[in-house]
Structure formats: structure tokens, C-alpha cells
Nanobody, 130 residues
Framework: VQLQASGGGLVQSGGSLRLSCAAP????????VAWFRQAPGKEREWVSC???????YFPDSMKDRFAISVDNAGTTVYLQMNSLKPEDSAIYYC?????????????????????????WGQGTQVTVSS
């Protein structure tokens, strides 16, 4: 199973980027695809999740700026990031699970359980300059 993240780059503060995660077989093989990010010296955190049913999930801090979607073929998941800030700089990873976003959520913490995501892409670097 191969996931391929792309679309990262250098952007100015306030700008936008769209990341892509090639996830062949999303509709058939996985139940959810999520985006995570990790900045230097920080723990990896979740950014967004989309389930096969098209339910979407975001941390409160990102839901007004980020959007997640899947193409009609069900093979590519997109993360649209707007109003980017320097603190959004990180390596962004996509990952897939055979469980739904809701099922992988640690409810009392409001975060995804990364251990439920069995398949990971290689990451794409996003750098936001001030």
C-alpha cells in the first residue's frame, strides 16, 4: 500500500497551498485518510481527516482555514490550506486507516489516535515565511 503526499513548498504568510495525497483504492481499501504534520522539535499532530462517507474532521484551530476533500475517482485526497501562518510550517503526512475518522478519535482529547493509521506517506515540506 503506497500513499504519496505532494504539493508542499514555500509560501508567504497569508498565502495558500493545496496538498495532495495519492491514495489509490481509498474507497475500497481504507475507511479514512488523515493529514498530520510535524514541525522540528514538536510532536506530530493531526490536521484533518476524511472518512469514506465523506465526513470531515478538523481540530478547532484549523477548521476555519483548512479544507479536506477527495476527488471523484476516490484516489486522491486534498488538503486546501488558506491564510497560512509561519506556525503552519512543518512536514505534512497523509495516512490511511481501515477505521473511520470517528472511530480513531480519542474523544476526551479531541485528537486522532495515530496508531490506528496503518499506512503512511513520506511527507511533504510546507514552509511559511513571515
Amino acid at each position: 500500500v503506497q500513499l504519496q503526499a505532494s504539493g508542499g513548498g514555500l509560501v508567504q504568510s497569508g498565502g495558500s497551498l493545496r496538498l495532495s495525497c495519492a491514495a489509490p483504492g481509498f474507497v475500497k481499501k481504507y475507511y479514512a485518510v488523515a493529514w498530520f504534520r510535524q514541525a522540528p522539535g514538536k510532536e506530530r499532530e493531526w490536521v484533518s481527516c476524511i472518512s469514506r462517507s465523506a465526513g470531515t474532521y478538523f481540530p478547532d484551530s484549523m477548521k476555519d482555514r483548512f479544507a479536506i476533500s477527495v476527488d471523484n475517482a476516490g484516489t486522491t485526497v486534498y488538503l486546501q490550506m488558506n491564510s497560512l501562518k509561519p506556525e503552519d510550517s512543518a512536514i505534512y503526512y497523509c495516512a490511511a486507516s481501515t477505521f473511520s475518522c470517528h472511530a480513531t478519535m480519542i474523544v476526551d482529547k479531541g485528537v486522532l489516535n495515530q496508531r490506528d493509521y496503518e499506512y503512511w506517506g513520506q511527507g511533504t515540506q510546507v514552509t511559511v515565511s513571515s
